[in-house]
């Protein structure tokens, strides 16, 4: 059994969509094994994005990831770490196809509305930062 990191995005739960996206992973087969609503404070932020602290688009991903609260989540199952990225698509949005959650709902690489870890290695270190 796999575990992998998930987390709503502030502009998904700005905009009402917790109930969607977590129904959408449901739907897959994932089971929801923890859940946790946090807002992100600037350490955390360096930590979980610590491979993208030097890109260009950083800062205004920091700006955008401690905008407001964000829902994280432990999700299981078989190949979760795969079966999540499908369910959420490519990271930028405009390159989503209809039917993942970044192809329905997002226009904007930034806001994304949901982050899934990209390896089972990630996925265990992401975990760590935000359940400990
Ligand atoms: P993903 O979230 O699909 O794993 P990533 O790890 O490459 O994508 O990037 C992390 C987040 O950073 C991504 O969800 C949105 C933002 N981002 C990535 N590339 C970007 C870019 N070229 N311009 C602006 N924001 C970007
Ligand atoms: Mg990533």
């Known amino acids: 059994m796999?575990?992998?990191f998930i987390m709503?995005?502030?502009?998904?739960?700005?905009?009402?969509?917790?109930?969607?996206?977590?129904?959408r992973f449901e739907r897959k087969g994932l089971t929801l094994t923890n859940l946790r609503m946090l807002t992100i404070d600037a350490e955390l932020a360096h930590n979980h994005y610590a491979?993208?602290?030097d890109k260009g688009f950083f800062k205004e991903l920091?700006?955008?990831?401690?905008s407001g609260p964000v829902?994280?989540?432990e999700w299981s199952g078989e190949g979760a770490v795969n079966a999540a990225r499908a369910v959420i698509?490519?990271?930028?949005?405009?390159?989503?196809?209809?039917?993942?959650?970044?192809?329905?709902?997002?226009?904007?690489?930034?806001?994304n509305i949901v982050h899934g870890s990209d390896s089972p290695?990630?996925?265990?270190?992401?975990?760590?930062?935000?359940f400990g």
């Open 62 to 66: 920091l700006s955008f990831i401690t």
């Open 71 to 73: 829902v994280a989540m």
């Open 51 to 53: 491979e993208h602290v």
């Open 2 to 4: 796999e575990r992998t």
């Open 89 to 111: 698509g490519p990271t930028d949005p405009m390159k989503a196809g209809p039917g993942t959650i970044r192809g329905d709902y997002g226009l904007a690489v930034t806001q």
């Open 8 to 23: 709503i995005k502030p502009d998904g739960v700005a905009r009402g969509l917790i109930g969607e996206v977590i129904g």
């Open 121 to 130: 290695e990630s996925a265990e270190r992401e975990l760590g930062l935000f």
